[in-house]
């Protein structure tokens, strides 16, 4: 066992001293490194992976950036009182959105809307809890954009309420990141929601550089709204060569 674990150490080893200064490498690359069969090389990747030693980052792309460990949301004070009243009412929920990417931030708003994911047969009743609390709470069922929020230039602290079917990407009553990213790109992208591009871009680089990204949990979480080819032409723009590009382009002006 001993010489095992010394003999994937040396792999390593290599592997850092060939790629420490590419930012991705193929299955191909470590199998030319290594000079061992294909079927070798899947382990070996899936062992450093597992152990923390590689971060995989794409289908057949890895990466030996370092990540920090033990990253976590950091609220606003609306969604920890949120948070705070959701968890006595035993009802299913999560909060996603900004609070829980804040963490990958330049620059956080003064203020901003807590999304709040709630099971779809409970939402209209803490709609109401909400309210009688005295907090602004809007229900998104039939609101296809956010220029009827934007004319409430009175309301500082404001809840947008969701129902949601799939509480999987979540954890105590906050969303995953790969589940935040995906909610605030649909938002952004499909309701206007009043973040920039280049901030939303921010923060996926940030997230890479900084945490173990799960890509395939990005994509699997973005077919659940529909925008799954948006979210894997993100992931994957690296692994697409300039002539496709070229001919994508063709063919969207023939449209």
């Known amino acids: ?10 792999k390593l080893e290599l592997i850092k001293k060939k790629l420490s200064d590419r930012e991705s490498f193929s299955v191909a690359d470590i199998e030319s490194i290594l000079a061992v069969k294909r079927s070798t090389v899947y382990w070996i990747l899936w062992d450093l992976t597992r152990k923390g030693y590689l971060n995989k980052i794409g289908k057949g792309l890895y990466s030996l950036q370092k990540k920090e460990p033990n990253i976590k949301p ?18 299913q929920f ?23 994911f709630v099971n779809r047969y409970s939402v209209e009743e803490v709609h109401d809890l909400l309210s009688r609390k ?15 929020i934007r004319k409430i230039s009175s309301v500082k602290e404001l809840v947008l309420l969701y129902q949601s ?3 999987r990407y979540s954890y ?3 969303a995953s990141f790969e589940k935040a990213f995906v909610d605030i790109y649909y938002e952004v992208t499909r309701r206007n929601y009043p973040l920039s591009l280049q901030e939303l871009a921010r923060i996926y680089i940030n997230m890479k550089r900084r945490i173990s990204l799960d890509t395939s ?5 973005a077919s659940r709204r ?20 070229e001919l994508a382009d063709m063919l969207g002006s023939q449209n």
């Open 226 to 245: 529909n925008i799954h080819y948006d979210i894997r032409y993100i992931v994957e723009r690296n692994l697409i060569s300039e002539k496709a590009h």
């Open 217 to 221: 949990r990005l994509i699997r979480i």
């Open 172 to 174: 105590k009553g906050l």
């Open 165 to 167: 079917n799939d509480f």
């Open 1 to 10: 066992m001993k010489e095992k674990k010394r003999s994937l150490a040396k």
């Open 94 to 116: 999560f909060i996603s959105g900004l609070d829980i990417l804040s963490v990958f931030m330049e620059h956080i708003p003064e203020s901003y809307p807590v999304l709040l």
């Open 74 to 91: 950091v609220l606003s004070s609306l969604a920890t009182r949120i948070l705070r009243i959701m968890q006595e009412t035993g009802y």
């Open 134 to 148: 005295q907090y602004d709470t809007i229900m998104l069922a039939d609101i296809k954009n956010y220029q009827p």
